[in-house]
C-alpha cells in the first residue's frame, strides 16, 4: 500500500511517497508523476522519506520519465531515501541516473542549479 | 415369458372345458326334469363346473390384465369395452341365428333356450370378471396397506359366495340377503378409491367416459337377455336355477356396476377441474426445465427463452416481453406475440408517468401496472404484471406480462411466475459461475504453460571445466518470475556466465527472459569483452522492452588459461565471492546500471569492465534479489549479511553443497516452505 501525497512550494511539485511501492501501487507514483508534468510543473521533488519498500516496478517508472524530464527540462530530484531503499537504487545503476539528495534543502538547492 | 403364455392358454382351455361340460350336464338335467326321468349326471356337477368356469377365467383375466403393467388407465378401459363388444357381438349372432329359425319347433324347445342361455351366460360372466380385474387395478393405484387388506376380505368373500352357491345351501332368503348386503357395503367402500382419474388429461376422461357409456350398454343388454331367456325357461322347468339366484353373479355384477356408475360420475364431474390439473402438471415440467436448462450445450439465451415460454404458458399470457440489462454486449430482449415499438410504447409511457416499479430493473419487487395502461393510446392490453430477475441480489432483467383481459392475473399466477423468475435467477447464476471458473481454469492452465516456457528456458546441464564445478537452484513461486541463468563454452579456455533478473511477473517476464536468452547464446559466442556484451544486449533490447521494463544482468567471462574472471555488472545483485588465500568473502560493488534503463548510446559510459584473478578453492556465488529479499515472520529480510555469514560457514566443501546449504539457511530463515518469490543461485568453486 502506499500513500501519495502532492504540495507546491516555491514553484515546485513535492510528490511525498508514504508505504511500499509494488507492482500495483507502482501506477499510483506513476499517475502522480505524469500528472505534475502534466501541470507545467518545472520542478519536481520526490520526497522518498517514508518510502519504506520501492520493487522493480517502482523503479521502472522512474526510469521511464527519466528521458522525457530530460527533453522538457525538468529537474526531478528524489530526497531523503532510506538506506535500503537508497541501496535499491544504487545496485541497479539507477543512482546515476537520477538526481538524488538527502535533505530538502539540498533538493531544491540542486534542483535550482539543474533548472538553470 | 413364455410360462405366462402357457398359463394363460392353459387357463383359457380350462375354462373352455369346464363350460362345455356345464352346458352339457345343465342340459342333461333340464331333459331328465322336463321328461320326469331320473337324472343321468349327478345334479352339483354344473355348479360345480360353472366354479371351475369362473376361477379359470378369473385367473386368465388376471395374468392378461392384472400383471401387465403396459396398461395405462384408458387401456383398461378399452380391454373392458373390447371384451363387451365381442360379447355383445357373439351373442347376438346367436340371437340372429334364433330369429331365423322363426316361430319353429326348436326355438321354443327349453333345451335349446338352455343351450342359448348358457352361452349367454359364459360370455356376460367373462365380461364380468374382464371388468372386475380391471376394476381391481384402478381401485388398487396408490393402494395403501388398510386398501390391500379390505381387497382381500372382499375377493374372500366373493370366493365364499361361489362355494355357497355351487354347494346349493338354500339357508332362506334373508340370509341370502344379508351376504349381499355386507357385499354390497364392502363394494361402496372400495368404490370410493377413484385417484386414477385425477392422473386422466382432458381427452382421456372423455374417451373414459365414452367407453364406460358403452359398458353400460353391455351390461344392460345382458342383463336383459339374461333375464328373458331364465324366465322362459323356468316356464318349462320350475326347477331351473336362474341367473339371480347365483348370489355371486349378483356380487359380481353390483360390484362392477356400482363402481362403473362411480368412476363415470367422477370423471364427469372431474372434466371441468381436469385443466386445472393438467396446467400445475406442466408447471412443473415447466419449472423442471428451467432448473435443468444450464447444461454443457445450453447458454443463458435458452434460459431466457425457457423462461418466457412457461410463464406465457402457466397464466395464459397474450404477450410477454424480457429485457435483459447486460453491460458487455448492450442488454438483450425478447418478445413474445408483441412488437417492440409497442412495448417500448408501454415502457415510454410507464417512464413518462414517472412508474416506479420493476420495468425501471431500480426495483426488486413484482408489481402490478395494470392501472396505468388504461392511459395508454390504442393499446390493445388491460393487464400488465412486471418480474424482476435477479442474479446474486442485483436485478439483471424485467420480465413483463400483459393480458388483453382488465384483472387478467390472480395471486396464484403472480406467484408461480415469481418462481420461474427466481428459479431463471438461479439458473443463470449458475451459469455465470460455471463460466468464471472456466476462465480462471483456463487463466490457470495459461500459467502453467508460461511457467513450464520459463522452466524450459534454464539449461539442463551446466558447463563444466577441470578448474571449476557449478551448481545451480532454482525455485519460483506461484507466479512465473523472470530469473534466467546460463553457461556457455566460448573456446577452450573460456566459459561465458550469466545471471540476469527481468522486472515484472508473468508471461510478460518469462517472454523476456527467452529474449535475454537469445542474445546471450548468440553474443557470448563472439568472444566479446564483458562491457561490450552488455552495451549491444542493451541496444537489441533497447527496442523490445516495453516502457518501465529493465532487465539486471552480470556476464562473466572465466579464461582458465589467465586465470582471470572479466565480468561486466548490469544493475544485477553484487557478486559474493570468497577468497580462499585469505578466508574473507566480500561483496563485488562495481558500478553498473541495468539493462534498458538508457536505451541510448549513453549506455556505454554505465557499464565497467572488471577483473579479478581466482585461485583454487575460491567461492562465486550469484543470486537474484529472491533470495536477500527473502522474508521472515517479522517481516525482518534475509539480506548480504546472513548470505555472506551462509557461504562463511561451508566455504571450503564443494559447490553442491554450499547450494544446499545456502538454501537450507534460507528456509530456515522464511520458516515456511513457502516461496513468495523467485530463489535462484549459482555456485561457482573453483579448483
Known amino acids: 500500500m502506499v500513500h501519495i501525497k502532492r504540495l507546491q512550494e516555491d514553484g515546485s511539485d513535492i510528490i511525498s511517497v508514504v508505504g511500499d511501492i509494488d507492482a500495483s501501487s507502482s501506477i499510483e507514483l506513476d499517475l502522480a508523476i505524469a500528472k505534475s508534468v502534466g501541470e507545467g510543473f518545472k520542478k519536481i521533488l520526490v520526497d522518498c522519506s517514508a518510502l519504506e519498500y520501492i520493487s522493480s516496478a517502482g523503479l521502472g517508472v522512474f526510469m521511464s520519465y527519466i528521458e522525457e524530464l530530460k527533453d522538457k527540462n525538468i529537474p526531478m530530484v528524489l530526497f531523503g531515501m532510506k538506506e535500503k531503499v537508497a541501496n535499491t537504487f544504487s545496485i541497479l545503476g539507477l543512482a546515476e541516473l537520477l538526481h538524488i539528495a538527502s535533505t530538502k534543502p539540498e533538493a531544491k538547492k540542486l534542483a535550482d542549479e539543474l533548472s538553470v | ?70 396398461l395405462n388407465f384408458t387401456d383398461l378401459l378399452w380391454k373392458v369395452f373390447a371384451t363387451g363388444l365381442i360379447a355383445t357381438v357373439v351373442s347376438l349372432v346367436f340371437r340372429l341365428g334364433e330369429f331365423l329359425l322363426g316361430a319353429s319347433k326348436l326355438a321354443s324347445d327349453p333345451l335349446f333356450k338352455d343351450f342359448i342361455y348358457q352361452i349367454n351366460l359364459a360370455l356376460f360372466l367373462s365380461f364380468l370378471l374382464s371388468a372386475y380385474t380391471s376394476w381391481k387395478r384402478l381401485i388398487l393405484y396408490q393402494k395403501s396397506k388398510w386398501l390391500i387388506r379390505t381387497w ?35 363394494v361402496i367402500v372400495l368404490s370410493a378409491n377413484m385417484r386414477w382419474v385425477a392422473y386422466l388429461n382432458f381427452k382421456q376422461k372423455w374417451t373414459s367416459l365414452l367407453l364406460l357409456l358403452l359398458s353400460f350398454f353391455y351390461l344392460g343388454y345382458f342383463l336383459f337377455t339374461v333375464n328373458s331367456i331364465s324366465s322362459f325357461i323356468n316356464t318349462a322347468s320350475p326347477t331351473f336355477q336362474d341367473f339371480s339366484s347365483h348370489i355371486f353373479n349378483v356380487c359380481l355384477l353390483c360390484f362392477v356396476m356400482v363402481y362403473s356408475i362411480f368412476s363415470f360420475l367422477v370423471i364427469l364431474f372431474n372434466l371441468p377441474t381436469s385443466s386445472v390439473f393438467e396446467q400445475k402438471l406442466e408447471e412443473v415440467i415447466n ?35 424480457l429485457e435483459i440489462e447486460s453491460e458487455t454486449n448492450g442488454g438483450r430482449f425478447f418478445t413474445y406475440k408483441i412488437t417492440k415499438e409497442e412495448s417500448e410504447q408501454i415502457r415510454g409511457h410507464l417512464k413518462q408517468h414517472n412508474v416506479r416499479g420493476a420495468l425501471d430493473q431500480g426495483s426488486d419487487k413484482t408489481k402490478n401496472l395494470s392501472k396505468y395502461l388504461a392511459s395508454v393510446k390504442g393499446a390493445r392490453f388491460r393487464s400488465l404484471i412486471a418480474f424482476p430477475i435477479i442474479v446474486r441480489g442485483e436485478t439483471i432483467g424485467t420480465l413483463a406480462l400483459l393480458k388483453e383481459l382488465p384483472d387478467g392475473f390472480n395471486k396464484e399466477m403472480m406467484r408461480i411466475v415469481s418462481t420461474f423468475a427466481n428459479q431463471a435467477g438461479i439458473s443463470i447464476e449458475n451459469f455465470r459461475l460455471m463460466e468464471q471458473a472456466f476462465q480462471t481454469e483456463r487463466y490457470k492452465e495459461e500459467l502453467k504453460i508460461a511457467k513450464t516456457v520459463q522452466k524450459s528456458l534454464l539449461p539442463a546441464k551446466l558447463e563444466s571445466d577441470p578448474d571449476f564445478e557449478i551448481s545451480a537452484f532454482a525455485q519460483s513461486a506461484d507466479e512465473v518470475g523472470g530469473d534466467y541463468y546460463d553457461t556457455l563454452r566460448i573456446n577452450d579456455h573460456q566459459v561465458a556466465l550469466i545471471i540476469a533478473d527481468v522486472s515484472g511477473k508473468g508471461t510478460t517476464a518469462a517472454f523476456h527472459m527467452s529474449q535475454m536468452k537469445g542474445i546471450f547464446h548468440s553474443l557470448a559466442q563472439q568472444e566479446l569483452e564483458p562491457k561490450e556484451f552488455l552495451e549491444r544486449a542493451n541496444q537489441a533490447l533497447a527496442f523490445c522492452l516495453e516502457r518501465g521494463s529493465f532487465i539486471s544482468a552480470t556476464y562473466f567471462v572465466v579464461d582458465t ?107 530456515e530463515f522464511s520458516g515456511s516452505s513457502l516461496i513468495n518469490d523467485d530463489y535462484t543461485a549459482m555456485i561457482i568453486k573453483f579448483r
Open chain 2, 1 to 70: 415369458m413364455f410360462r405366462t403364455k402357457a398359463i394363460i392358454r392353459l387357463l383359457f382351455l380350462g375354462s373352455v372345458i369346464a363350460w362345455l361340460v356345464l352346458v352339457f350336464s345343465d342340459i342333461t338335467i333340464l331333459y331328465s326334469e322336463i321328461r320326469q326321468l331320473p337324472p343321468g349326471v349327478p345334479k352339483w356337477l354344473p355348479g360345480l363346473m360353472l366354479d371351475i368356469f369362473v376361477v379359470c377365467l378369473f385367473y386368465y383375466y388376471r395374468y392378461r390384465i392384472e400383471k401387465d403393467e403396459s
Open chain 2, 152 to 186: 382381500m376380505v372382499f375377493e374372500v368373500c366373493l370366493f365364499l359366495t361361489l362355494l355357497y352357491d355351487s354347494l346349493q345351501l338354500t339357508f332362506s332368503g334373508t340370509t341370502n340377503t344379508i351376504i349381499i348386503i355386507v357385499i354390497a357395503l364392502l
Open chain 2, 287 to 321: 419449472f423442471q426445465r428451467i432448473s435443468q436448462s444450464i447444461q454443457t450445450e445450453q447458454n443463458e439465451e435458452s434460459v431466457y427463452n425457457i423462461l418466457l415460454d412457461s410463464s406465457v404458458s402457466a397464466v395464459f399470457a397474450d404477450a410477454a416481453w
Open chain 2, 561 to 667: 588459461k589467465t586465470k582471470t574472471i572479466h565480468y561486466s555488472r548490469a544493475g544485477h545483485c553484487p557478486v559474493l565471492y570468497y577468497k580462499a588465500s585469505e578466508n574473507k568473502t566480500q561483496y563485488l560493488k562495481d558500478r553498473g546500471t541495468a539493462l534498458g534503463m538508457v536505451r541510448t548510446r549513453d549506455y556505454c559510459r554505465l557499464v565497467e569492465n572488471n577483473e579479478i584473478h581466482y585461485a583454487a578453492g575460491d567461492v562465486m556465488v550469484l543470486y537474484t534479489d529472491g533470495i536477500t529479499e527473502a522474508k521472515n515472520s517479522k517481516s525482518e529480510e534475509f539480506d548480504y549479511d546472513r548470505l555472506e555469514k551462509a557461504l562463511q560457514e561451508v566455504a571450503e566443501k564443494s559447490s553442491q553443497q554450499i547450494e544446499k546449504h545456502i538454501i537450507g539457511r534460507l528456509y
